[in-house]
């Protein structure tokens, strides 16, 4: 079982891994599609 038990034990903390990656991965790119509305938002401000 120790074999079996360890690689079920390792892919559950890829998974976390990957699942934690993907958000950050998801909440830098909304970050950054934020500052960029921020920015065309100013830059409209600034023009009128």
Known sequence: CNQACSSASSTDIHVDDYASAQKSIAIA????????????????NDYY
């Open 29 to 44: 790119a909304s970050r950054l599609t934020d500052e960029q509305m921020v920015r065309r938002i100013k830059e409209k």
